[in-house]
């Protein structure tokens, strides 16, 4: 299994990318999988597989992407921190990297009081950006935490998540910088719906030097209603939603608001392909995977390289 990731690859060449979200299913049927890799397949250069998203329980990550991959997609395997001591995360990289997945996203975790297990005790043994940096040194030193070597090191694209929406403004591009330092090869960011906040983060990344040495994909969510727009305004964390965008929802009729909510969609991806810094998109429509097809065409990025 020596393939590379696709989306190193892609990104390699200076091509916008394009990747999508695959959430697994609550419970151990395969097919929920595969049925969602059918809907992506050929219209995203790789999907990223959610690990227990919301502290909720589900189908593995790795279980996920190896369904993914063996469908003949490029798997984006998360990786959160919240479950795993440094043994298990270490033990997991190797794992990951032997069965031919060639990304990886390093991530906290949302918190498990969130979630349906709220009495599950929280590892976070390693926070994400020292994560990443392990991860790095495993693939470039061969090396695990206390230096002992490895037989053979694992071949893996780092990723790391990025908030150009959190308060302060001015901690972002800091925060952003300690993860390229440890060691990510790329950045997802937050569903992006305020692009005045995003251009201004973006534009102290780009002061700093920072846009040259990671690729930052932008996130976008498509809404489905005006209701899941208002629910995600004041109940997500994290989450900037404009006032104009709730208002824009609201004016659809509600036949029309799907409809409505993937014109935003494709709108913000087109005015992020004009940004300097910006090297691709990361579509995370979950369980709304049909429309990721009609999102990428809509916005010009396909088809896709080969």
């Known amino acids: 299994m ?11 060449k200076g091509v916008f990318a394009v990747t999508a979200e695959c959430g697994p299913p609550k419970g151990a049927d395969p097919e929920a999988v595969t049925q969602k ?4 397949k050929g219209h995203v250069d790789a999907v990223n597989v959610t690990d227990n998203q919301t502290a909720i329980v589900r189908m593995s990550s790795m279980a996920a992407c190896s369904l993914l991959k063996s469908e003949g997609l490029d798997p984006v395997l998360q990786m959160v921190v919240r479950d795993r001591n440094r043994i298990a995360l270490q033990s997991d990289v190797l794992g990951a990297s032997a069965i031919g997945i060639r990304n990886i996203l390093c991530l906290s975790g949302d918190h498990q009081v969130f979630g349906n297990q709220p009495q599950a005790m929280g590892v976070f043994d390693l926070d994400s950006i020292q994560f990443v940096q392990v991860v790095k040194n ?19 694209f780092i990723g790391a998540a990025a908030n150009p929406f959190a308060d302060p403004l001015s901690f972002r591009a800091v925060r952003l910088a300690k993860k390229i330092a440890a060691g990510a090869d790329f950045i997802q960011t937050q569903c992006v ?24 994909l932008g996130g976008v969510t498509p809404l489905k209603s005006v209701g899941m727009a208002r629910y995600m305004k004041s109940k997500v964390s994290g989450m900037d939603i404009p006032d104009a965008v709730i208002k824009r929802m609201d004016g659809a009729p509600k036949d029309k608001q799907r409809e409505e909510g993937i014109k935003i969609c494709v709108e913000t991806i087109l005015q992020m392909k004009e940004m300097r810094g910006v ?28």
């Open 2 to 12: 020596n393939e590379t990731s696709k989306l190193k690859k892609v990104l390699e």
């Open 37 to 40: 890799a059918r809907l992506l």
């Open 138 to 156: 495993m693939r470039d030193g061969a090396k695990i935490i206390g230096g002992d070597s490895l037989t053979k090191a694992p071949e893996l």
């Open 193 to 216: 719906y305020n692009l005045e906040r995003f251009g201004k983060w973006l534009e102290m990344a780009r002061d700093n030097g920072l846009t040259d040495r990671v690729a930052i």
């Open 279 to 306: 090297k691709g998109v990361h579509i995370m429509a979950i369980e709304w995977e049909e429309t990721v097809q009609e999102i990428a065409e809509s916005a010009g990025l396909l088809p896709r390289p080969g």
